[in-house]
């Protein structure tokens, strides 16, 4: 691994620019550090940072570029017409990338000397068969024009990774000598390396907004893609959702109503699981639960809360669905055809959710000021008319803000419908059948098949924007109640 | 002086604390029925709590198990040198083993008839694995064996009872409706006995040909790969950041931005991280799909809030005396912070941190996106190839077993879940000991 290495390298260079700051700093205050402005590690600090910081950042910088470059100047050399029908570039060129990886690993291994990866005018067969001898997954026919691109890429790419070093090993180098340069008694080294350091906890804090930018540019580039291969408004307004799975787009229907219908229709009976039993939960452990049974019940409600979603899932599919469909199923009643259904997905969804639940609505009704309870009690309401008159009509605000939440969790819920919902997508009422939701959509049109530039694939990027449009929405919405209601009492 | 009030008893006839009227009676029984409903939810909460924990158990322990017959096993020389001659060496050592077999169930009285097929359907290659013993330890020639054989899934599902005999509809190579009466004939002669199922600890995912075989260990060392990305990417960042926003940001529109943002993206749901890590990692930078280092990246991204988030709290809750203390004696803000609030919060943030590992430890939607359910049957070979190499993860592998229809399969993914949930448990003690112990209230 070349990158490692100089990795190492950089490391290397920075610690001794690292000794010779501080040893120059020290020297130059005649070896007492009370001369010195700074403390010497601040010296050695200094020019540690000014060799590592720009050194690595050009390495990232560098790594990230340097795909672009080469494949638009690559991208160039294959001719418009040498694409196959129902292919693209960008299959081409991921053909280009495999088989340039497919010559370095080949030379490698030794069944190909680098003379021969590089000839342009190679015997094509020979590549290939020593490509494949090399155990080198590569298809069958090569083409001339492939096999010259990823020549050119492949050089290109060398090239490149041999400019990279130098001119990271360069600027490593420029960096340490500058902050060992600079290591004199009179330097405030403490203030530069502090300023750094503040520099890069600005960059950490930063991460969060680079995540966001990232989610929203990968959506929208990728749906803006998918709205010039397929309509928009059969997107939004089209009732059927039936992608062909072998051609390229045109006799797919993608319409996102049904499987908005399974989403909200899921999420609603998972709600009229968890709300009624969060809620009542939450309302005993705050209001009549002695503490002791507080402490034991409250952390035994939030274990649920702490099992992954995977596990839901597979109770819903290997537990649930038995259990429903033995009772409602052709040996019972005759209303369920098969295990996955709305209500196998839903009640898993809502014990997920009775934690959720429960613990936000019980900090929203400990929030609630003793006094209205014991104005309420002293006028000679008992315990549950005070609760159902005065404290839930005060925490009311929060408890809707506490079950929009969960909605949004359970709308963005991927697992537990993934394994219990089924796949079909369906406009029903019936919650025996089984319907499918748009994050069970995402992954089903995401995996398997690497090919991002179909219909077919491209609208999970669409479907992934209008699940994060309305989790979003409704987040915001629940933390502006919340907020709203929180300064009631304030 | 009215009449009225010479008999209470004629116009408000109850007006006694001793006797409820009507009103209370009812305003009571509302009273006693909403308790009732309150503890109702509790209890319906615990039922589904110990259900599910009753599913997972009962469901995944006899993953952990597995069947095999043990035969004691005699070879002299003559019949090793007769058998490297033989044309067919493996069979040769079948027919021998079918032959102590017998011996050894007639020993205890148990006679049946049944020939080389069947052993090989209930127990495998019995006679590869057997000359393949005696060419390495040729000393032992002559001298008794016992050999335990991991008897094959069916048998293993038969005698857990998941896998009856009016089942199987009708023969085929895997299973002929007479081996029930071999193993049945085994069973009575004591040669069967459960033992623990290392294999499946240890063991790496098989096609659907051979399900008894699957094991979870590579997709362990998947998730161990991953997380070492999570904590080394997600912990200096998360603490970066929360020391940012605590101690030095200025109350700006900029640091407002990042808040509402930090505070979005915790509740963003997971598959769209995914669908960020297939168009940024994948589509974009060309790293290697199904990598634990991508699957480590987003679970990282995802994270992050989570640690954010705590670790604020435990900055928050060192006193601002200690920074008053520090900057007084002649400390810079910097040296404050990082010498004296960071060492008093870290307890805090060690416990937040150890959770948010939890959490996208057992996180599986992002990763079905950027391809962690493939079939991958191997471990690493290096260091660094356990991040870059495809590989799967505990949950995906989970799930990839949970989507084949043999029921071999099944139990294989709820004793997966058993490994998962003994991971998240183990981490979840630590932190709560972490907080016990240096939990420090001011």
Known sequence: ?490 | MTDAAMTPDSAHPSKSLTHADERTKKRNAAERRFHAYGIGAICTGMFFLIALLAAILSSGLPAFRQAVVEVPFTLTQEQYDEAEKALLKTGKYTEYFVTSLTDAMESEGVEIEFDKKAIERLLGKVGGDLRAYYRENEDQLGTPVSFELAAASRVDRYLKGTFKREDLQSGNRFFMPEDFNLIDAMREAGLIKQVFNWNFLTGVDTGVDNPGGAGIGASVLGSFFMMLVVLVLSLPIGVAASIYLEEFAPKNRFTDFIEVNISNLAAVPSIVFGILGLAVFIQFAHLPQSAPLVGGLVLTLMTLPTIIISTRASLKAVPPSIRDAALGVGASKMQAVFHHVLPLAAPGILTGTIIGLAQALGETAPLLLIGMVGFVARYPDTFVEGFIEPNSAVPAQIYNWAARSDAVFTEKAWGGIIVLLLFLITMNTIAVILRRRFERRW
Not at chain 1, 216 to 232: G, K, V
Not at chain 1, 344 to 353: D, E, N, S, Y
Not at chain 1, 449 to 460: K, T, Y
């Open chain 1, 1 to 490: 691994m070349p990158a490692i290495w100089l990795t190492l390298i950089v490391l290397a260079i920075s610690a001794i620019g690292f000794f010779m700051g501080r040893q120059r700093a020290l020297a130059s205050a005649g070896g007492d550090s009370r001369n010195l402005h700074s403390l010497p590690i601040y010296y050695g600090s200094n020019a540690f940072m000014k060799s590592i910081v720009p050194a690595f950042g050009l390495m990232v910088l560098w790594m990230l570029v340097q795909p672009l470059f080469i494949d638009n100047r690559v991208v160039q050399m294959i001719p418009e017409n040498e694409v196959a029908q129902g292919s693209n570039v960008g299959l081409v060129m991921s053909e280009v990338r495999r088989t340039a990886d497919g010559l370095s690993k080949a030379v490698d291994v030794g069944l190909l000397d680098e003379e021969t990866a590089r000839n342009g005018a190679a015997d094509l067969a020979d590549v290939t068969q020593r490509l494949k001898d090399a155990g080198q997954v590569v298809t069958s026919e090569i083409t001339q024009t492939v096999l010259n691109a990823s020549q050119a890429y492949r050089s290109m790419a060398q090239t490149s990774n041999i400019m990279m070093t130098i001119a990271v090993l360069i600027v490593a180098v420029a960096g340490a000598a500058w902050g060992t340069m600079e290591s004199t008694k009179s330097f405030r080294a403490r203030n530069t390396v502090e300023q750094g350091v503040l520099a890069l906890l600005i960059a950490a804090a930063s991460v969060a907004i680079l995540t966001t930018i990232g989610i929203i540019l990968s959506l929208i580039f990728n749906t803006i893609e998918f709205f010039r291969l397929y309509p928009a408004s059969e997107f939004f307004f089209l009732l059927e959702w039936a992608p062909s799975f072998s051609g390229r787009g045109g006799a797919s229907s993608l319409g996102i109503l049904p499987l908005l219908w399974g989403t909200l229709y899921i999420s609603f009976v998972a709600l009229l699981v968890a709300v009624p039993i969060g809620l009542f939960a939450a309302i005993y452990l705050s209001e009549y639960a002695r503490p002791k049974m507080r402490s034991i019940a409250k952390p035994m409600l939030e274990i649920l809360a702490g099992i992954p979603t995977i596990v839901y899932g597979l109770f819903a599919l290997l537990t649930i669905g038995p259990i429903l469909l033995s009772v409602f199923g052709d040996d019972g009643l005759g209303w369920m055809q098969g295990q996955r259904a709305v209500l196998t997905a839903g009640l898993a969804m809502g014990i997920m959710l009775i934690p959720f639940v429960s613990s936000l609505s019980d900090d929203i009704i400990n929030a609630v000021p003793q006094a209205m309870r014991d104005g309420s009690y002293g006028l000679g309401a008992t315990k549950s008319e005070t609760i159902k008159q005065v404290v839930l009509p005060a925490a009311l605000p929060g408890i809707v803000g506490a079950i929009l939440l969960a909605a949004s969790r359970a709308i963005g819920e991927t697992m537990i419908v993934v394994l219990g919902a089924g796949a079909a997508a369906r406009l029903s009422l019936n919650p025996f059948e089984a319907m499918t939701t748009v994050t069970a959509k995402i992954v089903s049109q995401l995996t398997g098949d690497s090919d991002f530039a179909s219909p077919e694939a491209l609208v999970a990027f669409a479907l992934g924007m209008t699940l994060f449009i309305m989790t979003l929405g409704l987040n915001v919405f629940a933390l502006y109640i919340v907020r709203k209601y929180r300064e009631q009492y304030e």
